[in-house]
């Protein structure tokens, strides 16, 4: 989340989103998930600690408790119809029993350090929805995802 940054960019450990951006546009979650980050990299640091990180693209799959979370909210907006568009953008996504193994491999491994992304699929919003639309054919999924926020610009690579 970082609106400085080309689109072009190839997004690898080292890239951050934008706290001010972030902050700016509502975007507690973003927020509050960098400020833990960059606490716990400081308080390791502060003791002598080696820190390894997972970090986690938009996190779905099967859930444990009974209500939506931010990325099941996400992906039930779109099936229910209620968000009416979608954007002319990518995210990148991971199914959480991969962010699991993900965390049980850094555990495993005492030479792990540093940041480590966790990304399945990197998809156009299209891409997804149509997704969305193969496995649950019954929803009114956006208007059938045909309302691009952004039409008549070139469609955003992954």
Same mark, same amino acid.
Not at 23 to 42: R, S, V
Not at 134 to 141: K, R, S, V
């Given at each position: 989340?970082?609106? %400085?940054?080309?689109?072009?960019?190839?997004? +690898?450990?080292?890239?951050? &989103?934008?706290?001010?951006?972030?902050? +700016?546009?509502? %975007?507690?979650?973003?927020?509050?998930?960098?400020?833990?980050?960059?606490?716990?990299?400081?308080?390791?640091?502060?003791?002598?600690?080696?820190?390894?990180?997972?970090?986690? &693209?938009m996190t779905m799959g099967p859930m444990l408790q009974q209500s939506l979370n931010f990325s099941s909210s996400h992906v039930a907006r779109y099936l229910t119809g209620v968000k009416p568009t979608y954007p002319n953008a990518v995210a990148a996504y991971t199914d959480v029993r991969d962010v699991a193994r993900a965390h049980v491999l850094v555990y495993e491994h005492p030479d792990a350090r540093g940041r480590y992304l966790c990304i399945g699929a990197v998809l156009h919003r299209a891409h997804f929805l149509q997704l969305l639309g193969?496995?649950?054919?019954?929803? %009114?999924?956006t208007a059938k995802y045909v309302e691009c926020e952004d039409d008549g610009k070139p469609m955003a690579k992954p």
């Open positions: 989340m970082d609106p %400085n940054r080309s689109p072009d960019a190839v997004l +690898n450990e080292t890239c951050w &989103s934008d706290y001010e951006y972030c902050k +700016n546009t509502g %975007n507690l979650y973003c927020c509050a998930k960098m400020m833990a980050e960059i606490t716990a990299t400081e308080e390791a640091s502060k003791r002598g600690l080696e820190l390894a990180v997972v970090v986690p &693209s193969d496995l649950f054919p019954q929803y %009114n999924i």
